[in-house]
């Protein structure tokens, strides 16, 4: 589990200061409330929000696990596998993998996601399909934040594997190293 407190967070009403209080009339349905219309939509339909990369990474990965000694899990998670690249072509889907690989504690197989459309596409057909399978979705922003990214801002369908986060404190190791060694 991260601890919540090794993270800042900027305030969720950063750009929203200073603006009329919200009233509290209820909708037609008698339960949701009614909300200011302004006839805009949020960028975040478009593009992702910053720090998100929208770039060659991709805003989110999607890490869709499973146990490489369970034959069953095997066996869908490649027919899933087979699946995702036929139905979703334009999705960056790499190799299946029959092990584990860098932080991935198990074998898995990653999908990338570049926008809103392919994100709000894709996850709500994976929820219904993952079956059996953990599936981690983490966003990618910079570099030095690939821990945060895997722990603190992931997101879980399925039961939480626990990641290896040693392989993150030794790229930070690294990346100090260096910019040692460049000082000098």
């Given at each position: ?5 090794a993270f800042s967070y900027p305030s969720p ?12 009339e209820k909708a037609e349905d008698g339960k ?135 392989i993150f404190k030794l790229l930070k190791q ?11």
């Open positions: 589990m991260t601890d919540q407190f009403l950063e750009g929203y200061e200073n603006l009329e209080p919200l009233s509290d949701s409330l009614k909300n200011p219309q302004h006839g805009i939509l949020s960028k975040a339909y478009e593009e992702f929000p910053d720090p998100l990369s929208k770039g060659r990474d991709g805003g989110f990965d999607i890490h869709i696990y499973h146990f490489q000694n369970n034959p069953d899990q095997a066996a869908f998670a490649r027919a899933l596998w087979e699946r995702i690249r036929r139905e979703f072509p334009e999705l960056r889907i790499y190799s299946f993998f029959d092990r584990p690989i860098g932080p991935h504690p198990v074998a898995m197989f990653e999908v990338n996601l570049f926008t809103p459309a392919q994100f709000g596409a894709f996850v709500p057909w994976l929820v219904i399909n993952r079956g059996p399978l953990s599936v981690l979705i983490h966003p990618n922003t910079v570099e030095t934040e690939e821990e945060r990214n895997h722990t603190q801002r992931a997101t879980w369908l399925g039961d939480r594997i626990p990641l290896d986060l040693r690294k990346r100090r190293e260096e910019e040692a060694a460049r000082a000098k």
